[in-house]
């Protein structure tokens, strides 16, 4: 059973920083993409980054794109999402997932190409 557990989430100011980590077990964490995802009361989960399982390629949703930046580390099992000139609009529980198919070239960039979800780290921007 996959296992994913955020951490580094909190309460900052506009224009602040966090960085967010995700460790994975369970499985060869090393052979599947990982994405950030976070979700508002009253929202739908939206899609934030992803990396491809060689750590070549990224993506952005357009509201991120400049600001956050996602890696992984594959010898640690972990990925992280570093969250720079943070908004208030930025404000949510973010959740790492893990792809549904080792070494795939598909899309990365739907919920549904994610099976396993951890439980979600509340980040909170003050203005």
């Known amino acids: 059973q996959v296992q994913l557990v955020e951490s580094g989430g909190g309460l900052v100011q506009a224009g602040g920083s966090l960085r967010l980590s995700c460790a994975a077990s369970?499985?060869?964490?090393?052979?599947?993409?990982m994405g950030w995802f976070r979700q508002t009361p009253g929202k739908e989960r939206e899609y934030v980054a992803a990396?491809?399982?060689?750590?070549?390629?990224?993506y952005y949703a357009d509201s991120v794109k400049g600001r956050f930046t996602i890696s992984r580390d594959n010898a640690e099992n972990t990925v992280y999402l570093q969250m720079n000139s943070l908004k208030p609009e930025d404000t949510a529980v973010y959740y790492c997932a893990a792809h549904r198919y080792q070494y795939y070239s598909g899309s990365v960039l739907r919920e549904n190409d994610y099976n396993y979800w951890g439980q979600g780290t509340q980040v909170t921007v003050s203005s």
């Open positions: 990396i491809r399982w060689t750590g070549s390629n990224t």
């Open positions: 369970g499985r060869t964490f090393s052979a599947y993409a």
